[in-house]
């Protein structure tokens, strides 16, 4: 089955190349903010390899960060914690060490709604559009425009937004119930995983009226190879990877169009009916699931000794917070 037409003005990628702009955006804006706090333009110390500023500002910019979202076991809000300086990691916020800031000020952005019980769940979003430095963001865009801007003219913008944001905020749900507390994420990278699921499913379902039916599978596979390398590099994680995926076919799945016509063909009609609505019920399962594992503190690494090694390779202790 080939793709229905996109509707008038759709061929142009514009979700693509709106969420490009705003990802910009953001990136200057936590640069200003960074000139503000540390006088300086970039983290030198640590070397942000990304070109970029401090884990600090990622997180107060809108970096998926536990912490903030749901309360901690690692990093509680009743203690204190190192305010903004230049020697914290990039990616990682200090569990440990003197300072008069309390997490809702490491948080920043929106004031929770009681200071025991951090509220900030809309970083499962806003982590889509931080970039850890320019060099991550050219490699979040170098994916999205090249592959999710194909994408998005083959599919049309509306079910291409669906698939993006469902994709994208249940691979960060997925992936946060294997990292620690201290770790921040970010990254329009889970979603393209998203997409690839879901174009190669409807690679599969025109298979046989497809000029050349084996280019869904080489871009898949090529996609997948290319941000499995990219999810060891900090701030990047293979398990959100993995859930965009996972969300992606689900998400794809649950708007599948009918080719049947329900006064002709009533059967398979309710059959795909059927099918659309248990992809529908079992992504919303799957969501549920990972979300209460998520806010109970219920780590899926625990007891996992090769959980780790999915996102990072045991050199220079960089698994060390994992």
């Known amino acids: 089955m080939q793709h229905p037409p996109a509707e008038k ?9 709106i969420f490009a702009l705003m990802a910009g955006i953001l990136l200057i804006y936590g640069f200003i903010q960074f000139k503000n706090e540390y006088s300086a333009v970039l983290s030198l110390s640590p070397f942000n390899i990304y070109l970029g500023v401090n884990a600090q500002t990622l997180v107060r910019t809108g970096a ?16 204190s914690y190192p ?18 800031c309390q997490l809702e000020n490491v948080c920043g952005l929106t004031p929770f709604k009681s200071a025991q019980a951090p509220d900030q ?35 049309g913008t509306l079910r291409y937004i669906y698939i993006f944001i469902v994709s994208g905020t249940f691979g960060y749900c997925f992936g946060s119930v294997f990292i620690h507390d201290n770790v921040a994420l970010m990254g329009c990278l889970v979603p393209i995983f998203g ?14 009226s497809t000029l050349y039916p084996g280019s869904p599978i080489l871009r898949f596979l090529l996609v997948i190879v ?10 990047y994680n293979n398990f959100c990877h993995l859930g965009g995926l996972m969300g992606g076919i689900l998400a794809q799945w649950s708007i599948w169009s009918s080719q049947a016509k329900f006064l002709e063909q009533r059967v398979r009609w309710l059959m ?25 503190n219920h780590s899926w690494s625990q007891g996992c000794n090769w959980c780790q090694f999915v996102s990072c390779l045991p050199f220079y202790n960089t698994c060390s917070s994992l």
């Open 9 to 17: 003005g759709q061929r142009i990628p514009l979700f693509s190349y």
């Open 83 to 100: 305010c903004a300086n230049a020697s914290n990691w990039v990616y990682e916020i200090p569990m440990t060490g003197g300072g008069t």
């Open 195 to 208: 997409l690839a699921g879901a174009s190669l499913m409807d690679g599969f379902r025109s298979w046989q």
């Open 272 to 296: 795909m009916m059927a099918f659309r609505l248990i992809a529908l019920v079992a992504l919303i399962v799957l969501f549920y699931e990972v979300l209460s594992n998520f806010y109970t």
């Open 226 to 235: 290319l941000g499995v390398i990219v999810g060891y590099l900090p701030g």
């Open 121 to 155: 769940a809309f970083r499962f979003l806003t982590a889509l559009l931080t970039s850890g430095g320019v060099f991550q963001y050219v490699i979040n865009m170098l994916f999205l425009l090249s592959y999710g801007a194909m994408v998005e003219r083959q599919m």
């Open 64 to 79: 998926l960060f536990p912490p903030c979202m749901r309360a901690s076991l690692e990093l509680t809000p009743s203690q």
